[in-house]
Structures are given as C-alpha cells and as structure tokens.
C-alpha cells in the first residue's frame, strides 16, 4: 500500500467490553460522514468494510482496539483497526460453501482500494484504502 498518513486525523480507543458492536459501527460511520465529508467515499461499501473488520474484532480479539481515520493521499481516505488479538492469515484460506465464516476479510478486502494486513508483538493492524464514490 501507498503511504500511512504521517499522523491519523481522528482516533478512537475503544474495548469490545465496554461498547456494543453496532453503536460502534454507527459511530465510525458518522465519524466518516462528518469529517470526510468532502471526499469521494463510497459510504455504502465503506459500511460493509467497517461491519466486516469490526465483527472480526468482537468475535476473535474481544478486548481494547483503536480504530483510525486520516487522510492518505488527497481525497483518499484510510481507516486503521488495530487490536491485541491473536495472529491470522491474510489472505484467509478459501472459505467453502458448506462451512460458515472466512468471507468476512475477502469481503472487505474487495470492496475497499486497498487492504493491508500487518502483525507486531501487540497485534494485528489492519489499514485499508476506503473505495470511492462512483
């Protein structure tokens, strides 16, 4: 992927303990539409990305994450999610037909720009172009 925004516009510290999913999910939401306002995101595909990473955040490394916003280029919005989770995959093995889960990351994955998936001693970042308005 391109550049990291050299600093995030916007951070939000948050535990899966503390806040439901939805109201989460609402909230990065509305954070985009306010604050982002003038650029071309595709806010449709952007909900399915945000609901996506987060359900994999609630369901795999419940616990504190940060979720980040910034500008990543003109007009290119980038969200950050990093949690203190377990390490996966990236690309997932194939999802089947027959056995539930592992659309969740390909979804996401090809609805945004971009979708980068990195690990450290304190978790899983994932950073993500946000797709643009057609």
């Not at 950050?80 to 592992?102: K, N, V, Y």
């Not at 690990?119 to 057609?134: A, K, M, Q």
């Amino acid at each position: 992927m391109g550049r990291t925004p050299q600093s995030w516009s916007y951070e939000l510290d948050l535990n899966t303990n503390d806040v439901p999913i939805r109201e989460v999910r609402r909230g990065v939401i509305a954070l985009l539409r306010e604050r982002f306002a003038g650029e071309a995101i595709d806010l449709a595909a952007t909900e399915a990305i945000v609901g996506e990473l987060l359900a994999n955040i609630y369901k795999y490394a419940p616990g504190r994450f940060v979720v980040r916003a910034g500008l990543h280029a003109p007009r290119t919005v980038a969200l950050e999610l990093r949690d203190e989770g377990p390490a996966f995959r990236f690309p997932p093995p194939a999802p089947t037909l027959t056995e539930p889960g592992g659309h969740g990351l390909l979804l996401a994955a090809a609805l945004a720009r971009e979708l980068r998936v990195a690990r450290d001693d304190r978790g899983n970042t994932i950073e993500v172009v946000l797709p643009e308005e057609s």
